[in-house]
Antibody
């Protein structure tokens, strides 16, 4: 059984950066496709990016290009999401989630099966 | 980007009712459509993947159907624990996008 445990809540000032971690147990990071999804207070879910095996690289949503970096430390089984240039609009709960894939016809489909508990990042002066 | 539109945005139904939630994609996404359930303060939970495949451990009262642009999540007999917000999500092309959610309440 895969478990994802995220780091605790963070408070940052506008313009600062934040790092959120996601520790994996029950599997190895190299066997997983890790992604990040965020949810602003009272709002819906927004995919930020993650490793897409079909592309063999980490793909970032355009909305976060240049501000986000997603990395993995396979030795400590921990994934990281670094977000810079924070504004109040980045106040949200950030989730890590694993995205296995399957095949339908000749293309892969993906879905988020295991999720971390979420990390609240508050951006306020 | 592919836009996902859910309807209704909220509904209230009685225990035992059959409930259908709709998700429409702005372009054809084949069957690359997933459904999640989220309760307040919790992470989303996968219910259905690839339009109609039931995730292991999810009660059989949940089912998914559809392909192309129109999809449906059906709860065959609504239970009190089904009170939650339900999201659809496409994985046809990046950026993977979610619908805005349907909030289901029990009368």
């Amino acid at each position: 059984q895969v478990q994802l445990v995220q780091s605790g809540a963070e408070l940052r000032k506008p313009g600062a950066s934040v790092r959120v971690s996601c520790k994996v147990s029950g599997s190895t990071l190299s066997d997983l496709s890790m992604h990040w999804v965020r949810q602003a207070p009272g709002k819906g879910l927004e995919w930020m990016g993650g490793f897409v095996p079909e592309d063999a690289e980490t793909i970032y949503a355009q909305a976060f290009q240049g501000r986000v970096i997603m990395t993995e430390d396979t030795f400590t089984h921990t994934a990281y999401m670094d977000l810079s240039g924070l504004t109040s609009e980045d106040t949200a709960v950030y989730f890590c989630a694993t995205a296995p894939s399957g095949w339908y016809n000749v293309a892969r489909y993906y879905y988020f099966d295991y999720w971390g508990q979420g990390t609240l990042v508050t951006v306020s002066s | 980007d592919i836009q996902m539109t859910q309807s209704p945005l909220s509904l209230s139904a009685s225990m035992g009712d059959r409930v259908s939630l709709t998700c429409r994609a702005s372009q054809s996404i084949s069957v690359y459509l997933n459904w999640y359930q989220q309760k307040p303060g919790k992470a989303p939970k996968l219910l259905i993947y690839a339009a109609f495949s039931l995730q292991s451990g999810v009660p059989s009262r949940f089912s998914g159907s559809g392909s192309g642009t129109d999809f449906t999540l059906t709860i065959s007999s609504l239970q009190p624990e089904d009170s939650a917000t339900y999201y659809c999500q496409q994985s046809y092309s990046t950026p993977w996008t979610f619908g805005q959610g349907t909030k289901v309440e029990i009368k």
